[in-house]
């Protein structure tokens, strides 16, 4: 997330797992502040959640991610970054990143 440009990084928001013990490096290394989400509160990191489910088309809960392929993972990368979203007006998350990334105003983002 270092390779962003400034105004595009203002805040991290995670879940509360033990993975996130060192958030202070990491928000100290990007500047920008890290907000956790309450316990059990899904719904306050929608997005990432929908992620979750999109994910287990391919890889089902409890799946060893380090028996795949680095190509095999980028390329699931791709198909889900590449895939229109309903939420997104049938336009896709790399769509919308490189609307974002040439423009001046995140208002490109708005619909």
């Not at 440009?5 to 033990?18: A, K, V």
């Not at 013990?21 to 509160?41: E, K, M, N, T, W």
């Not at 993972?73 to 049938?90: A, H, S, Y």
């Amino acid at each position: 997330m270092g390779d962003l440009p400034t105004g595009l990084l203002r805040s991290i928001t995670w879940d509360q797992g033990t993975e996130m013990a060192r958030h202070h490096l990491i928000a100290q290394d990007l500047g920008a502040p890290v907000y956790f989400c309450d316990s059990h509160s899904p719904w306050q990191r929608g997005s990432n959640e929908n992620m979750n489910g999109l994910l287990r088309d391919y890889f089902p809960k409890g799946t060893d991610l380090s028996v795949h392929s680095a190509e095999h993972l980028l390329t699931v990368e791709d198909e889900l970054n590449n895939r229109p979203r309903m939420v997104l007006d049938d336009r896709s998350p790399t769509e919308l990143f490189e609307a974002l990334l040439a423009s001046e105003s995140p208002s490109v983002l708005r619909r």
